[in-house]
């Protein structure tokens, strides 16, 4: 896979295909002062051959997506902060990972964009966000 990599103001974009996904070492505007865990999934976690996400999108572990918790709509757009990197991710699925860490976690996190942040060894993160 060709990957195009553009310094733009301040922005790394990554192009894979017609997927363009972003992060920035910039902080956001408004402070990420809400804290949640989260963990991640890959293609094991599809159900279906299709791997549809609950947006009706194909799921792709290497695009920067996320499963959020049912408290937040399809389509939310995030910005996630831990330890030094950002990143900025829109929710295009669910899942039923809301009943671990006590409440807490509300997020699983495309392997990509857990991988951004930590290795998937770590298993689960807990981070600042804001949307």
Request: proline letters at 2%; charged letters at 20%.
């Amino acid at each position: 896979m060709n990957t195009l990599s553009l310094l733009i103001f301040g922005l790394v974009v990554l192009i894979y295909g017609q997927t363009i996904l972003y992060t920035s070492s910039a902080k956001y505007e408004k402070p990420l002062s809400k804290e949640a865990y989260a963990s991640w999934y890959g293609y094991e976690s599809c159900v279906s051959k299709e791997c549809l996400t609950a947006s009706g999108e194909v799921f792709n572990e290497n695009r920067f997506s996320l499963a959020c918790s049912y408290k937040f709509r399809l389509g939310t757009k995030f910005n996630f902060y831990y330890k030094g990197k950002y990143a900025t991710a829109i929710c295009n699925d669910r899942g039923g990972f809301e009943q671990f860490n006590g409440g807490r976690r509300l997020f699983d996190l495309s392997t990509s964009l857990f991988e951004h942040f930590a290795p998937k060894s770590k298993g689960v993160i807990k981070l600042r966000y804001g949307n």
